[in-house]
């Protein structure tokens, strides 16, 4: 048996825990999702977040020790997310992990949430990876471009500049009354629409090239529906959420044109090809061996399947898609060179909302 790693993570909606041996072999994994309580709000309620993560975060441990078969002392580190994220989300993770690290003498890591979103990909794919490598984290929160150097020293090579790519989807989906998260029903829906139907322009950012902006194509869709009239179909599917939590393809269908169908998979592939326009010319630029894709957006199967048909001349990962969401298996993955390097935290471990890796 080799080194078990306990990882939290309570950065936003997930309260998740997972043992992880050697950095690669998951023994134990569990999310306690928040879906239900802030879907009906169309967006995460930080007071509530923290408070559901008070009420998950000793039964989610618990449990992922009990798939692992182990108890705290076959642990060899405890490691948790100290940011970025929402504060008294990740005080909740984080104070748990400190009362676990002083019960039983276990050494505590803190790790940084996008890294821990790379680490999904490298936990994989270790042998694979080549570096320098270019990594495209695209998540609710962040949409930023890393160069990762042999010595695993990380560069910024571009970020958002106001939308991450992820709120772009929820935001498009609530306005248009397909609920929350809204990059989950977009990727579901986008398939029976055409993408070349809705022209969007790629936005031109001065200064850096490599730098995004998602708020333009969130506001040339809603001018796009204004002049519609569509809010009967909007209403009919705020109506059908009231009544179905999650409905299914054919429900939504059944309530969604074509032209906002349509609609759906131009914004989809706009959003897609600006993600991997600029993160292939970064990678150009940066002379990368592979690339890395990971955080929320990249369950998207639109993105998946543009990256592959790019035939980028090196090769581009992603994660499973259970671990491209949040999870603690990439926050235990990443805790494990940490480890290795007796990179510890102390008790006074603070959250850090606006914790950056660059
Ligand atoms: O990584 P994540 O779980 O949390 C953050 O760190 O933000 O990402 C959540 C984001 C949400 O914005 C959600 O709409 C988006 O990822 N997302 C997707 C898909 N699944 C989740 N976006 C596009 N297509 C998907 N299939
Ligand atoms: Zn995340």
Not at 198 to 214: A, C, E, I, L, Q
Request: glycine share 8%.
């Amino acid at each position: 048996m080799g080194k078990l790693i306990l990882g939290i993570e309570s950065s936003c909606d997930e309260t998740a825990a997972a043992v992880v041996e050697d950095g690669e072999l998951i023994r134990g994994a569990t999310v306690a999702s928040q879906l239900d309580v802030h879907g009906k709000y169309g967006g995460v309620v930080p007071e509530l977040a923290s408070r559901e993560h008070l009420r998950a975060i000793v039964p989610t441990v618990r449990e992922a020790m009990l798939a692992a078969r182990t108890n705290f002392a076959g642990l060899a580190a405890v490691a948790v997310t100290e940011g970025p994220g929402l504060v008294g989300s990740l005080l909740v993770g984080i104070t748990y992990a400190k009362a676990i690290s002083l019960a039983h003498k276990l050494p505590l890591i803190a790790v940084n949430h996008i890294e821990g979103h790379i680490h999904a990909v490298v936990m994989e794919h270790r042998r694979e990876l080549e570096f320098p490598a270019l990594a495209l984290v695209v998540s609710g929160g962040h949409t930023h471009l890393f160069r990762i150097g042999e010595d695993w020293h990380y560069r910024l090579v571009g970020r958002t500049r106001d939308d991450a790519a992820g709120e772009a989807f929820d935001k498009v989906a609530k306005l248009l009354g397909f609920g929350y998260p809204g990059g989950p029903v977009i990727d579901q829906l986008a398939p029976f629409g055409d993408p070349s139907a809705v022209h969007f322009t790629s936005p031109n950012m001065k200064g850096n090239p490599r730098d995004f902006s998602f708020s333009g194509i969130k506001t040339a869709v809603r001018y796009w529906s204004e002049a519609r009239a569509m809010s009967n179909e909007i209403a009919a599917r705020r109506e059908l959420l009231k009544t179905t939590p999650r409905p299914t393809v054919e429900q939504w269908q059944a309530v969604t044109p074509k032209t906002t169908l349509d609609l759906l998979a131009s914004f989809q592939s706009a959003v897609v090809e600006d993600l991997l326009r600029r993160a292939g010319e970064a990678a150009r630029e940066t002379g990368a061996r592979s690339m890395i894709v990971s955080g929320g957006v990249a369950c998207n199967s639109g993105l998946r399947t543009a990256a592959a048909a790019k035939r980028f001349p090196f090769p581009v990962f992603f994660p499973q898609v259970e671990l491209s969401t949040d999870n603690a298996v990439m926050i235990a993955a990443a805790a494990f060179p940490k480890l290795e390097r007796g990179e510890f935290a102390g008790l006074t471990l603070k959250a850090k909302a606006n914790l950056s890796l660059a």
